[in-house]
């Protein structure tokens, strides 16, 4: 009877844990492992600091496409710059227009708030992190 209570919270623990409902997978866009920071003083980022503002970035360490950073007012979202619902292509990177993100390849509008759009795969998220100042994005 011991050994069964520590078996038992041991697996209480392990089924307990949670991923809070984070779901990025998306068939057309490949999994990349990547951090990337953006210091919210500097003058290339500061526009993150104003609601319904956003920054495109596309270094070499977060895709084929990029990433946008967007604030919402009560936090951020970092979504991939490829089209959710298209397979990479010339085409396939997202364009900024105000709060939406258009695929140019077939005119398709995605919220930046919310990533939602009209067809099947939503926009690709990955997690922000805030730590005073500087913003972490990363998958």
């Not at 069964?4 to 999994?31: H, V």
């Not at 977060?62 to 990433?67: A, E, Q």
């Amino acid at each position: 009877m011991k050994k069964i209570i520590p078996l038992f919270l041991i697996s209480l623990l392990f089924f307990s844990c949670s991923d809070n409902g984070f779901n990025n997978k998306n068939p057309y866009i490949p999994n990349y492992n990547f951090s990337v920071t953006f210091d919210l003083n500097l003058p290339a980022y500061s526009n993150l600091k104003f609601v319904s503002n956003a920054i495109y970035y596309a270094g070499p360490d977060v895709g084929p496409k990029g990433i946008y950073v967007f604030n919402t007012g009560s936090g951020y979202n970092a979504f991939d710059a490829a089209c959710p619902n298209q397979a990479l292509s010339s085409c396939s990177t997202l364009t900024l227009n105000g709060i939406n993100l258009v695929c140019p390849c077939d005119n398709q509008e995605y919220s930046l708030f919310s990533g939602q759009g009209k067809l099947q795969y939503p926009l690709k998220q990955y997690r922000v992190e805030v730590i005073g100042s500087i913003l972490r994005v990363y998958n």
